[in-house]
């Protein structure tokens, strides 16, 4: 960004990456009204002076591509319908999510139409890819954030910006900067974990990914647009928008930092929250649009306050009249939006309602035009960095197609979830007689596996992954996605095709009932084409009855789609009116007592208009669109039996609803415990994968009131373990889910546990890799993992006064289930940073401190520390240096993080870790009157291989210049 934004000598010193700048004399100096028009360009200035209020509040607003949409190609009409008067142009896009050829006739007719000729912003999510199929899935925020890895992060953000911008999208909704100190809370899998200095490490690493290095006219960059501004991430009682109770010291001092990093990383846009902070609504608060994101945090470059735009989270700025009710109607929740210091509206309220609210604020004064203005030269600007003000077009549309079959970017996603594996444990399993750790197993060895649990066979994706079914497999979407994606078992079966593997679920993820039934999308791996080939074949008709000429026929490798706007192939079919009939065979890896049983899950409303199946030549399934699933009855299969399959599918237009389609099995039985028990007894090895599901677990509006394994998986677990145990056969617990989990059991009595997040479209090759040794896992939690939710908070870096100790609770079984209360890691299973490694293990020692003699408050410190594997087995660290203000005039935390590196050691050598502290960076606090500054004092340093296990430190002593 270096050169686009002017200097407009403040003169006031702002910090580095993490600093904010907080200089009363300066505020006082400045008029909040016109703080950064220096910012913005002659054109640009230009532009907005010409255009009337009502051509403003447009600039201002969001719309739905979706609704504009015929048959894949823009409708002029229903855009007319959708946007109303196309003279007064267009802010945002949203929910458009193109190729880029219908991102070129969209903006070609929307930029004819207008008076301005501005074309406008496209945005879509982009938490861990973008939501459309051939988008590579990168693991879930809290998943990356395991890594510790910065060059990664930024090489994702180059690979999903480039994927986005080639097909016609400029603003991506990632990376989101909050602090998960809550797990109760579902979005906590959108997280980079709970401590800021990490999360402003890597969000500011995937931005510089995301903007190519500042250079954001460049064909392979976007804007981010960082979520959720602010606090949001902490609700009160883990409740999805719920109040956050902290005071203004901890708020600047935790909270605002990362939003900080990743702006002075180059990042344009911030989305502000729903909730409110003692009592003051966020999107109506001009403390922390203008005096906070404006005039204190640095960006663009040190001396460069914010100049992007401020989006509101989809209905945050109606909740300030229809939810915090601090104003009484709509056009003052609008005006009160916009003088705060906000930008864009979030589908807040029908267009005419916001065009004639601002129309009618402005007039009445209400609001000030200066402030109007002001909103709409910051989203001018964004467009102008990004060169559409010049060029708005897709110029190569044939790099899009190139980008989404990229072997580079799919190997990108698999090295993230390979580092994003973390072993918890690894012991040797003394009940079945072993001496030796349980993980990894020999390959040369292991001739068959058992895989039981609900997510063995089952990928979890995440809340914003590109989506299958909304209910039924998120990480499809289309048959690039659905060819990419793994599960635990396609993953075994993929690298080890001569080992036999059994899968049994034998539980649901969310039922307490263990012989409910549970449907899983039928994976890739057990499918076969009619001439031998791994997938199942589509063939596509115009037609809504499976007449006329095949329009498409193609390997769908699986079925599960999200059709999204264009249907299975815009350039081959209608929007979404077709049929299609999908050809081919199904291998069962489980014995199914009682039979098998098939079902459909589809979204879209009106869509469906049938689904059947058959199977082996029997009728087994049936839906309609207007009565529901007519039948659907069992076949009898056993472990290795392959079927005929043939499901036929239609559906009528659905634009804009976003129709998706998932064909699932259910291979539970009449008995799914003594399924899998089975499959243990018949196995060398068992594999148990439990965990959550997105949508059922966690993800955006589903918060759990316990943190245990859901359900009854706790039970099935220690069903299965006295299974193996019996047999003596070994057992590795694979945990599969969005958040940290609290289960004292599993901690005490399962020898092996690899906790693996949600790891992307890779993720069952990653976890196989892992399993057997192929992948060396050196992940690190981001989160503290508690012994459960009656226990929170336990985030490590804790004031002084605060406890990490055990209650005063009986044990609930004999040896413990809770550890005695004079434990003082009684409420936590595994700390920050925690992770292991097979056959390696690291000393730290000869730490350094450079210089020697007392640092001024201005200078720099260099801190070298020798970490040696004084194992057998070459693998990755993560150094991590943490430090402690000794005394200060505000309590500050027990430790915190400040520096990390993630560096590869082979068996019996060492490296030396050198990290750079600036002291005005890394030891400033903020101050009882809000100032950040570093005091005068003693810092002691420590380092280690995670935050409860340091093993060398240091004091250094700070003194004024």
């Known amino acids: 960004m270096t050169g686009i934004l002017p200097n407009v000598g403040l003169g006031c010193v702002f910090g580095a990456a993490l600093s904010i700048l907080l200089c009363t004399e300066v505020h006082a100096l400045l008029d909040g009204h016109n703080i950064d028009t220096g910012f913005y360009s002659e054109r640009v200035q230009g532009l907005v002076a010409k255009m009337s209020v009502a051509e403003k509040s447009r600039q201002l607003d969001i719309f739905r591509t979706a609704d504009m949409l015929t048959n894949g190609h823009v409708n002029k009409s229903k855009a007319e319908a959708t946007i109303g008067n196309l003279s007064l142009g267009v802010g945002v896009l949203h929910d458009f999510y193109p190729y880029p050829e219908i991102a070129n006739e969209v903006m070609e007719m929307l930029i004819q139409e207008s008076k301005s000729k501005v074309p406008p912003l496209v945005g879509a999510e982009a938490t861990h890819g973008l939501q459309m199929d051939g988008h590579t899935i990168f693991p879930s925020p809290v998943s990356l954030s395991a ?505 009528n237009d659905a634009t804009g609803d976003h129709p998706a389609i998932a064909l699932q099995w259910n291979l539970q039985g009449t008995d799914a415990l003594a399924s899998a028990r089975a499959a243990i007894r018949n196995a060398d090895v068992t594999v148990v994968v439990v965990g959550g599901g997105t949508s059922v677990t966690s993800g955006e509006g589903v918060d759990r009131a316990s943190l245990g394994l859901p359900g009854a998986q706790l039970e099935f677990v220690q069903r299965v373990r006295e299974t193996a145990v019996a047999a003596r056969k070994p057992m590795a617990l694979v945990v599969v889910q969005g958040k940290p989990f609290g289960e004292p059991w599993v901690a005490q009595f399962m020898p092996a546990i690899l906790e693996a997040w949600q790891g992307g479209q890779a993720q069952g090759v990653a976890i196989a890799e892992t399993l057997f040794g192929i992948n060396n896992p050196a992940g690190r939690s981001a989160m503290t993992f508690p012994t459960g939710a009656d226990v929170l908070p336990v985030y490590y870096s804790h004031l002084p006064s605060a406890s990490r100790g055990g209650y005063n609770n009986p044990p609930l079984i004999p040896g413990g289930l809770y550890p005695p209360a004079s434990n003082s890691d009684a409420s936590v299973l595994w700390a920050f940073g925690h992770g292991l490694s097979y056959g390696a293990a690291f000393n730290y020692s000869h730490l350094k401190v450079s210089p020697e003699a007392p640092v001024p408050t201005n200078g720099k410190i260099s801190i070298t520390v020798t970490v040696t594997n004084t194992g057998d087995v070459g693998a990755e660290e993560v150094a991590q240096l943490y430090v402690r203000d000794d005394i200060a005039s505000v309590a500050t935390p027990v430790m915190r993080l400040c520096g990390f590196e993630r560096t590869f050691i082979a068996a019996k050598e060492h490296v030396d870790v050198e990290f750079t502290i600036d002291v005005q960076e890394h030891l400033a606090l903020v101050n009882v009157k809000l100032e950040r500054t570093v005091e005068p004092g003693t810092f002691t340093f420590m380092v280690g291989g995670s935050s409860d296990k340091i093993q060398a430190t240091a004091s250094v002593t700070v003194v004024a210049p």
């Open 147 to 651: 890594t510790f890895d910065k060059e990664l992060m930024t090489a994702y953000g180059r690979v999903v910006a480039s994927e986005a911008r080639s097909s016609g999208v400029h603003v991506t909704w990632a990376p989101v900067m909050g602090l998960c100190r809550d797990p109760r809370w579902g979005r906590c899998e959108e997280m980079m974990g709970e401590d800021a200095y990490l999360a402003a490490a890597l969000g500011s690493a995937a931005v510089r990914g995301f903007t190519n290095d500042g250079v954001l006219n460049s064909s392979t960059a976007t804007a981010p647009l960082l979520k959720h501004y602010v606090a949001y991430s902490i609700p009160e009682g883990g409740h999805n928008t719920a109040p956050a109770h902290l005071g203004k010291r901890e708020l600047l001092s935790t909270f605002v930092p990362p939003f900080a990093a990743a702006i002075d990383a180059g990042a344009q846009a911030v989305m502000v929250s729903y909730n409110v902070i003692d009592g003051e609504a966020n999107a109506g608060s001009r403390y922390l649009l203008t005096d906070i994101l404006r005039n204190r945090i640095g960006g663009n470059g040190p001396r460069h306050p914010f100049g992007g735009f401020v989006s509101a989270d989809f209905g945050a700025i109606s909740n300030l009249n229809g939810v915090h009710r601090v104003v009484a109607t709509q056009a003052e929740a609008i005006a009160k939006f916009i003088s705060a210091g906000g930008t864009l509206s979030g589908f807040d309220f029908d267009h005419k309602t916001w065009t004639n609210s601002i129309v009618d604020c402005v007039a009445n004064g209400t609001l000030a035009e200066a402030d109007l203005d002001l909103s709409v030269m910051r989203i001018l600007a964004v467009k102008e960095r990004l060169g559409l003000l010049n060029q708005p077009y897709v110029q190569n549309t044939s790099a899009y197609h190139d980008f989404i079959t990229s072997s580079a970017h799919a190997h990108v996603a698999l090295t993230a979830a390979r580092k994003s594996m973390v072993l918890l444990q690894n012991k040797a399993d003394i009940a079945t007689g072993s001496t030796s750790p349980v993980l990894p197993f020999d390959a040369d060895k292991v001739r068959s596996v058992a895989v039981v649990g609900p997510n063995g066979d089952q990928p979890q994706c995440g809340d914003y992954a590109a989506g299958g079914s909304w209910g039924g497999d998120r990480c499809g979407g289309g048959p690039i996605n659905n060819g990419h994606t793994s599960s635990v078992v396609g993953g075994i079966k993929t690298l080890f095709p001569s080992v036999s593997v059994e899968y049994a679920p034998g539980i649901s993820i969310d039922d307490y009932n263990v012989s409910a039934p549970y449907f899983t999308t039928i994976q890739k791996h057990s499918f076969s084409t009619p001439g031998g080939e791994p997938g199942i074949i589509g063939t596509y008709y115009k037609s809504t009855d499976f007449t006329g000429p095949v329009a498409l026929q193609r390997n769908d490798h699986l079925i599960s789609f999200h059709f999204l706007n264009y249907g299975p192939d815009a350039s081959k079919l209608n929007q979404s009116a077709f049929s299609a009939v999908w050809n081919g065979h199904v291998t069962f890896d489980s014995n199914v007592t009682g039979g098998a049983l098939f079902d459909v899950v589809t979204n879209g409303g009106k869509a469906l208009i049938s689904a059947d199946l058959w199977c082996a030549g029997e009728h087994v399934l049936s839906w309609t669109g207007d009565k529901g699933r007519l039948f659907y009855r069992p076949v009898a299969v056993t472990k290795g039996q392959t079927l005929p399959i043939v499901f036929k599918y239609a559906q």
